[in-house]
């Protein structure tokens, strides 16, 4: 029974790791798919404005199903049971990337859009392992356990990036292509899923009657519940457009370097792994003694500041060495902005409320990679710049909101304790 439980757990990480990675490879060879002449999704007679366009509808499909399937998956595998959900999204996730590899391979972009579509109606894999593992650890190991997603998180995007830089070379090997980090996945994703079929087992089902909205109702209200914590308000909105501004940034990335640069995937990759490598290192820096030096708001106040920034500062350049400069301050601002808002929203909600504010977080999330694609294929048409400025005008908005909130928390606080 223990070696089973070591291999379902092993199985659940596997899954989670692949899957990351999956998302990761989108992101970066996404731009060279859409906008490369000679790429095998390559679209003659479209303008670089159409292509834009249509490489942010690509990359809004997936975020926008999995925004509808993931509350759906989860009340599932409440009432049917958690092997099950994990058994039909693994099959599906490595389903939808074998649609991929077709589609990249015959030259489909109709194809590759579907696939896109199913990856995110199959994408509850992230949810499902995490409370797999909970449900499979001991109170005293769980957090450990748990530890090793964030482990896990950063080690995927080092390693997606390399997956494109040497599963697409042909001087590697003459059969790669843009196809192959898809077909390797999506054999991945099925040697997972006998590993699940084979370790996994139900924790615990629910009867199906009377339950079939609940959870979609449940997601509607962490949302809009959340607005009922006014400590947590104001942190909360500053945070969701944060991530906004960031995902305007880290999804353009890949189409910019293409459309302004015209680097081909290989490039593309080593840019997205030199900012990952930087996010990696900032994340270890924040766990291991930032946070414990200097207080959360502070530091918030500070970052948020400079990535708006930096960002910014990419925009009256055309230089591709400012690159350099700024991605390491961007990759470690963020680290330290996310890091420093999880710690806060953990200590304003309170204990019974974790679960409240950290679900409205997702939700935020899965609208904001919805809906920020669409927008910036759009504007990027008129000028390729107008992501980084918008997302810089966002970063730098919601910076000076968390600023005049922190001067007035703090002056409160201050206040309650000259009244103590």
Request: with cysteine; net charge positive.
């Amino acid at each position: 029974m223990a070696v089973q439980r070591k291999v379902a757990i092993t199985a659940l990480y596997m899954i989670f790791f692949i899957d990351l990675i999956s998302l990761v490879i989108v992101i970066i060879i996404l731009g060279p798919l859409m906008l490369q002449q000679d790429s095998p999704l390559a679209l003659p007679g479209f303008s670089t404005q159409q292509r834009l366009v249509l490489a942010g509808a690509m990359y809004a499909a997936y975020p926008a199903t999995q925004l509808l399937s993931n509350p759906i998956l989860g009340g599932l595998s409440d009432w049917f049971g958690e092997r099950r959900i994990l058994l039909y999204s693994t099959f599906g996730s490595g389903l939808s990337l074998i649609l991929s590899a077709i589609a990249v391979s015959i030259g489909s972009i109709s194809l590759f859009f579907i696939s896109r579509l199913f990856a995110g109606l199959t994408s509850g894999n992230i949810t499902v392992t995490q409370s797999g593992v909970a449900s499979l650890t001991t109170y005293k190991v769980r957090g450990r356990h748990m530890a090793i997603f964030a482990t896990l998180r950063g080690l995927g995007w080092v390693l997606g990036p390399l997956f494109v830089i040497f599963l697409s070379d042909k001087q590697m090997v003459g059969l790669f292509d843009l196809s192959t980090p898809f077909w390797v996945l999506a054999a991945l994703f099925f040697i997972a899923f006998v590993l699940v079929f084979a370790s996994v087992e139900d924790t615990h089902t629910q009867p199906l009657e009377g339950k079939r909205h609940s959870h979609i109702r449940h997601a509607v209200a962490q949302l809009v519940g959340v607005f009922h914590l006014p400590s947590v308000v104001t942190p909360f909105l500053v945070g969701s457009f944060n991530r906004a501004g960031w995902t305007f940034w880290v999804l353009f990335l890949s189409p910019y370097l293409v459309a302004e640069f015209n680097l081909d995937q290989h490039h593309v990759s080593e840019v997205y792994l030199y900012s990952s490598i930087w996010y990696l290192a900032s994340g270890l820096f924040c766990q291991g003694w930032l946070y414990r030096k200097v207080h959360t708001n502070l530091l918030l106040v500070i970052f948020l500041f400079v990535q708006a920034v930096a960002i910014g500062a990419l925009v009256p350049f055309s230089n591709p060495a400012i690159l350099w400069w700024v991605i390491p301050i961007v990759a470690a601002s963020q680290t330290i902005v996310m890091t420093g808002f999880f710690m806060l929203y953990s200590g304003l909600a309170g204990p019974k409320n974790q679960g409240l504010i950290f679900g409205a977080w997702n939700a935020s999330l899965a609208a904001s990679g919805a809906s920020v694609p669409i927008i910036e294929g759009w504007v990027a048409g008129y000028w390729l710049k107008t992501p980084f400025i918008i997302a810089s005008v966002i970063l730098f908005g919601t910076a000076l909101y968390f600023l005049i909130w922190y001067i007035c928390h703090h002056k409160g606080f201050l206040e309650a304790r000259q009244k103590e």
